[in-house]
């Protein structure tokens, strides 16, 4: 394309419609000059990267400190310490051999998040004041005032009404049903209505199309297409959404219509830059929401075990010492309690005076509210407590801690995904208030009001006739109500210990608002209740009575702004998605007109073509016949692309076929379709073995040692039925040379090496990995932490053949045994009871697959039929013995499969095999799914993923030939191949999605392969519009790319993993989730088109000077992709954790990851728009923007800390820093001056042969 449309933001700040400034004499001149400099959009582009640099330093910091801390240090403060030791942080994590020296306490005082957020708010507000003009007058601009004050008020009335100060919260006067139903009707309406409009443009465009108008057209039809396909699928699946995701859509639907009607009052005000004016307003309040977060905002927590009531809520994040005085005629105890704050300050006044061996100065008490005076002599924010040693002095003159001592813990991290906290201790000495005589030192630990029955554990002190008990406790908030556990219940996935739900019944007691209810809370199903928020936090057992009881924790959240994210977040995506619509309008309006028919066959021009000389559009219209001429066809790049498609099909069809084993053969892959539960769900045999054999050696087939295939069912079969040939399979992966010399082994081809080779020294092996793993984690060399990871290969070898193997028991007593010797008939029997327990508890720590379903009986549920082998094998036996009656079914037929695999008989193996199967199918157990299992099993044997990097790689080859020759065929190949691959790519996505049962988006490794999708399909988009051949380079590159990711990201076992409890939302999943990943994607592909932009331009004479314009309106476009799909998501996954824990921004790692994806978008387009860069500059602020996405996706998770960290992955900062040195050396290569750039230089000689686009 050879136009383009220059939109508001485009233009620099001097000509963006700035007022009128005062006369050169006027004393307000000075005003207006600071004026304009606050609205400067130098100054927005340096506080976005300067707000980078405050998120990435605070992010950091969490791996030292406290969240809270974190957060009142720096993300809430007016000055943050920046401690550069944090800056070789990664390194040392990247390089742990690297002799990397400390900095030791090097810290610099800089401006802190609050600056940073007063700051953006002036440069907004002044920008609004000088750049954003009224464009109205007269009646049409009243108008819009007046719609905008109510929308202002309609935005007020859905906050206050969301939060009653009194009772329950307000729900809609109709059924979650009608919002389904509703959002249906509303669906099938705008379906209606686009099929008309679609069908009225395909009738005026008479099937005369660019490339660009076919891909609109695409999107269109598709769209059409899927929306009802969608419906129908509900309607006949009987799905909907359920009425924790209706409620959320409610909450939602309100501030959206709060939003249009803002809409629909700015674009009456400011016509076409409404969008930006409502965006802007709607960040305006979500800055706002953090500020009163931050001031207003409380969090407590409440503790219940089943049949208790509580009248508090306690503030884990703090403490008090508690003095209670039970007295005997009053219902209620005395307490008097002293808060953290006034303990800690006493305990610096005392420690200077303990250092002069002075006596330590009582707590001021002159309101005389406590029964005694209390000095601090020490106190530990988190500690334990162990027993005194012999000889050992402690602080303690009195009670527990004259037989205990403190033992200080390093701070617990507000976002460990452990969930835990600071539990406080300290030494406090007790004087008498009018002799000041010393009632000794007492040791206190907040462990004791922990325990159930915690008076029993309280340290005591008596004054008069009065005895005090002594606690430190969490700080707590009495209520006017109390709170009673009826039920706690904790659901997990089947064959796991993995939570898939928590929810609590409680009773809900108000006598001043008469409330008396029974409620029911589950995770991300809050009670809203008196201006607070009820959360399902926790599961725990507790001894109740001596006796273990179920307790529940529920988060307590008062914020009585909690509707303002809701309200926010649909006014930015209003703002935002008017803003694009507008600017693709204009687009379309120029691109969608009527052109030069091209082929129906998208077959792509001459990458890089020169665009001089081009005409612009209006004359192009005005110039074309009335008829357009018919263009001859290119046979020979048809051709070529027919064959491409061809070849293409081949390759698929050899993955794909499966071949049926012959008469003489075991039938393995039916054997590897037989289910199994194991970690949550029902999976394929095949499916197990292919995860274990991933886990040791990275590869899913291995070659036995003359060379054959060897598939993972066949190497699972032989291990576990102890073949010979199993024990010389190379399988065990070791890189570490240390480890290879420990073994008395050299290193091999491909790193695998067998369990015969590790057999020797195993013994030595064992006991380094014992002592490496007494040593804590921080500290482990890099031998011990790869001695572990092979340890932990070791053990998943081990577990996998214990699985299946009947476990060795002592003789069990025969009948004549009884009968002639009955005193060593019991001695075997007691000998074999202990066997089998032992075993039992063996089998329990192991966790092994369940892969048998035991034949259906009375005295089976459904979910009891799934067993693990070795104890279905020790019931049978044991059942056998005492009753005579024969093992169950399902065991035999198992049991004579591995017989007859062990023993060769063919005939016996697949009979059983299809007696197992059959009584599986005639009365499948639990969520077993035979079709779906056995199709898990086939997308195990073609893995399309695993060959469809192969592809890519070929289309890239192909693809970069075409533009270092300038060949149009060979372009027209690689997208032809590229479609295909696409087309195998999504089929991929939807099989995973049908298998999975989940969004396309649940894990890392599933990120990677729908962010290559996403590239992908951005990569055609740009081809079909440019018609250049970066589309393909961009979608080869990312597809390439990210199925290489998923590939390393496999070996870590199952890539369809069950979910946390939090996690296991489908709408949630669906929402932010995948729109998070598109803006990771679209943030990608920006930042790789800078990269072809840098590299091609520097070291080929192909980038001209309109192709380098044209990748930068690629840039700016995918840009504006990115921005909204991150900041929707962002704000979406913020809605997720106010719906899930009570805190919309918590400052977690992942959520200011994707915070820095956000202001880095940002950070381009304002420059942009100011004109800061072209675009050269456009490209590298691109190819940085790839560092900070890299960081988001990977980085974060391997700090360890945060709520979200399930994807750590080991050695991956380590690539995440060559990754991140590569990026930064481009940029550094796109900044030298363009004469030394070949692109530029070839533009001064002879022209090339090129040919033309059209």
Not at 888 to 897: G, I, P, S
Not at 1124 to 1134: C, D, I, R, W
Request: aromatic share 12%; with cysteine.
């Amino acid at each position: 394309m050879s136009s383009t449309t220059t939109l508001p933001e485009q233009q620099s700040s001097s000509q963006r419609g700035s007022r009128t400034a005062p006369a050169e004499n006027s004393i307000s001149k000075y005003l207006w000059w600071v004026l304009e400099a606050a609205a400067s959009l130098k100054l927005t582009v340096a506080l976005l990267v300067y707000a980078t640099f405050v998120v990435w330093i605070g992010t950091l910091a969490q791996t030292e400190a406290d969240i809270w801390q974190v957060v009142d240090t720096y993300f809430h403060s007016i000055i943050m310490p920046v401690d550069f030791h944090f800056l070789l942080m990664i390194p040392k994590m990247a390089f742990p051999n690297l002799p990397i020296p400390e900095l030791g306490q090097f810290v610099i005082p800089m401006p802190g998040g609050w600056i940073v957020g007063m700051l953006m708010i002036i440069n907004l507000t002044a920008a609004h004041g000088i750049r954003f003009k009224v464009q109205t007058k007269g009646i049409e601009l009243l108008t819009g005032l007046v719609v905008t004050a109510v929308g202002i008020v309609l935005t007020t009335l859905v906050v206050m009404l969301g939060n009653l100060a009194g009772g329950f919260q307000s729900l809609p006067w109709f059924s979650w049903s009608v919002v389904w139903y509703t959002l249906v009707l509303v669906s099938i309406i705008a379906w209606a209505a686009g099929a008309f409009y679609l069908g009225k443009w395909l009738v005026d465009k008479n099937a005369s199309f660019t490339s660009t108008q076919w891909l609109f057209a695409g999107i269109w039809i598709g769209a059409e297409v899927l929306l009802p396909a969608t419906l129908v699928y509900c309607a006949v699946a009987g799905v909907s959404l359920g009425n924790e995701s209706l409620r959320i859509l409610w909450q939602l639907l309100q501030g959206g219509f709060a939003s249009i009607v803002l809409l629909v009052g700015c674009w009456l005000a400011f016509r076409k830059r409404a969008g930006v004016v409502l965006l802007h307003a709607g960040i305006g309040l979500m800055m706002l929401n953090e500020l009163l977060v931050g001031r207003y905002a409380v969090e407590w927590q409440v503790f219940l075990p089943e049949g208790e009531s509580a009248n508090y809520f306690r503030d884990i994040r703090t403490t008090e010492l508690a003095i209670i005085t039970p007295k005997k005629d009053a219902e209620e105890d005395l307490v008097s309690v002293i808060p953290r704050e006034i303990l800690q300050q006493n305990l610096q006044v005392n420690k200077g005076l303990l250092e002069q061996k002075k006596e330590p100065q009582p707590i001021a008490d002159p309101e005389n509210l406590l029964p005694f005076d209390v000095a601090v002599v020490d106190y530990y924010n988190n500690a334990d407590v162990r027993d005194v040693k012999p000889s050992e002095k402690t602080l303690a003159t009195a009670g527990r801690g004259l037989r205990e001592t403190i033992v200080p813990l390093d701070a617990a991290k507000g976002t460990d995904s452990d969930s835990s906290v600071d539990m406080a201790a300290a030494y406090v000495k007790i004087l008498e208030k009018k002799t000041g005589k010393d009632l000794g030192t007492y040791m206190l630990s907040q462990f004791a009001s922990e325990q159930a029955n915690a008076e029993r554990f309280a340290e005591r002190v008596k004054t008069g006739d009065d005895e005090h008990q002594l606690f430190i406790r969490f700080r707590r908030a009495y209520q006017p109500y109390t709170v009673t556990l009826e039920n706690v219940s904790k659901d997990d996935y089947l064959g796991s210990d993995t939570p898939r739900n928590y929810s609590s019944d409680i009773i809900l007691r108000d006598p001043k608002l008469g409330v008396d209810e029974k409620v029911h809370i589950k995770m991300n199903d809050p009670l809203r209740y008196a201006g607070v928020t009820f959360y399902q936090s926790g599961y725990s057992k507790v001894m109740q009575g001596g006796k273990p009881t179920e307790a529940t924790t529920l988060a307590v959240v008062y914020n009585r702004g909690w509707m303002i994210p809701y309200v926010a977040c649909m006014i930015v995506a209003t703002g935002m998605l008017a803003h694009f619509l507008i600017a693709l309008g204009r687009f379309l309006a120029r691109d969608l007109m009527p052109d030069v028919p091209v082929l129906a066959t998208p077959v792509a021009p001459t990458l890089f073509a020169s665009t001089k000389g081009k005409q612009k559009p209006k004359q192009r219209e005005q110039e074309l016949p009335a008829i357009a001429p018919t263009r001859q066809r290119d046979w020979p790049t048809i051709i070529l692309c027919a064959s491409v498609a061809v070849m293409f099909f081949a390759f698929i069809g050899s993955i794909t076929r499966t071949k049926k084993p012959a008469a003489d053969q075991f039938d393995l892959v039916s054997f590897g379709e037989l289910p199994m539960a194991h970690r949550g769900r029902v999976k394929p045999l095949d499916t197990y073995a292919r995860n274990t054999l991933r886990t040791l050696s990275m590869r899913e087939q291995i070659k036995d040692k003359d060379g054959n295939t060897i598939s993972a069912t066949r190497w699972f079969l032989d291990t576990v039925t102890g073949a010979d040939a199993a024990l010389e399979y190379k399988i065990f992966r070791i890189d570490d040379f240390e480890i290879l010399k420990l073994f008395g082994i050299k290193r091999e081809k491909g790193n695998l090496y067998s369990a015969v080779q590790l057999r020797d020294n195993i013994g030595e092996f064992q006991k380094q990995s014992e002592a490496a793993r007494k040593i804590k984690v921080d500290d482990r060399t890099p031998y011990q932490v790869n001695l572990l990871q092979l340890d932990q290969r070791l053990q998943a070898y081990m577990v996998m053949i214990r699985s299946f193997t009947p476990p060795n028991l002592p003789p069990f007593p025969s009948p004549e045994l009884v009968r002639t010797d009955r005193q060593e008939a019991v001695r075997q029997f007691q000998n074999f009871q202990l066997a089998v327990s032992e075993q039992t508890e063996l089998l329990k720590e192991m966790q092994p697959p369940l892969a048998i379903a035991l034949t259906p009986s009375k005295d089976l549920d459904d979910k009891g039929r799934w067993t693990n082998y070795p104890e279905a094998f020790i019931n049978s036996f044991f059942e056998s013995q005492l009753t005579g009656k024969e093992p169950d079914a399902a065991v035999l037929q198992f049991e004579t499969m591995l017989d007859s695999y062990r023993s060769g008989d063919v005939s016996k193996f697949n009979a059983a095999l299809l007696q197992y199967k059959g009584g599986l199918s005639s009365k499948p157990p639990v969520d077993y799914k035979p079709a779906q299992t056995s199709f898990e099993a086939y997308f195990n044997q073609v893995s399309p993923f695993f060959y469809g990097w192969l592809v890519y790689l070929v289309v890239f080859v192909i693809a970069l030939a075409a533009i270092l020759f300038q060949s149009r065929a060979l372009n027209s190949a690689a997208f032809t191949l590229l479609v295909l691959m696409f087309v195998l790519h999504t089929v991929s996505l939807l099989a995973r999605i049908y298998i999975s049962g989940r969004p396309p988006v649940t894990n890392l490794y599933s990120s990677a392969i729908f962010i290559g999708w996403g590239a992908v399909m951005f990569g055609i988009a740009i081809e079909m519009i440019y018609k250049i051949g970066v589309g393909n380079l961009v979608a080869a590159i990312m597809g390439y790319s990210t199925l290489q990711i998923a590939y390393q990201l496999a070996a870590g076992g199952d890539t369809i993993e069950v979910l946390q409890a939090v996690l296991d939302t489908q709408f949630w999943l669906a929402t932010h989730v995948v729109c998070i990943t598109l803006g990771y994607v679209a943030t990608f592909v920006a930042g790789v088109i800078g990269v072809i932009y840098v590299v091609f331009g520097l070291a080929t004479p192909v980038l001209q000077k309109d192709t380098r314009k044209d990748l930068g309106r690629m840039m700016y476009g995918v840009t504006c992709f990115a921005i909204f799909f991150s900041f929707v998501g962002t704000v979406l996954g913020g809605l997720w954790a106010d719906d899930s824990w009570g805190r919309f921004w918590g400052w977690d790692p992942k959520e200011n990851g994707a915070l820095m994806i956000v202001l880095w978008n940002a950070v381009v387009l304002h420059a942009r728009w100011d004109k800061m860069i072209a675009d050269r500059g456009l490209a590298v602020v691109s190819i940085l923007g790839n560092v900070v996405t890299a960081w988001s996706w990977f980085g974060v998770n391997e700090l360890g800390v945060g709520l979200h960290s399930y994807g750590f992955t080991d050695g991956t900062m380590f690539r995440l820093v060559l990754f991140a040195i590569s990026q930064f050396v481009l940029a550094a290569l796109g900044c030298l001056p363009m004469h030394l750039w070949y692109s530029v230089a070839a533009e001064n000689a002879p022209p090339a042969k090129s040919f033309s686009k059209a």
